[in-house]
């Protein structure tokens, strides 16, 4: 599993834009955005015994189990609202959200 472009742990308003595009800032200059709802894995082992995000190395799949054992959730965007921003880039004025989480302590 490599780490994905955009990472979906991140919001940021270009997401919401039908042409992300638009948006000539933003950090990763493709026009994928993660998808809504957002599904992920956690563990209190990433960045301890198992590298996270950032790593120089692969994550391999052994470590992606593992994590997935431990916790896993999925988060949903239900509403939002959009402020004009820089270069065509928008500021998220507020988010409403929920989401399930799965494990844990």
């Not at 994928?32 to 960045?47: C, D, I, L, M, Q």
Request: with cysteine; glycine share 10%.
């Amino acid at each position: 599993m490599s780490h994905f472009v955009p990472n979906p742990r991140f919001i940021e308003g270009w997401h919401f834009l039908e042409n992300p595009a638009e948006c000539a800032t933003r950090e990763y200059l493709n026009n994928n955005v993660p998808a809504n709802p957002r599904e992920f894995v956690f563990s209190p082992e990433v960045g301890k015994g198992i590298d996270g995000y950032g790593s120089s190395c692969r994550v391999e799949i052994q470590e992606i189990e593992e994590i997935q054992r431990f916790g896993r959730g999925v988060l949903n965007i239900d509403k939002f609202l959009l402020n004009p921003g820089k270069k065509g880039c928008p500021v998220i004025e507020w988010l409403q959200f929920t989401v399930c989480l799965e494990g844990g302590y």
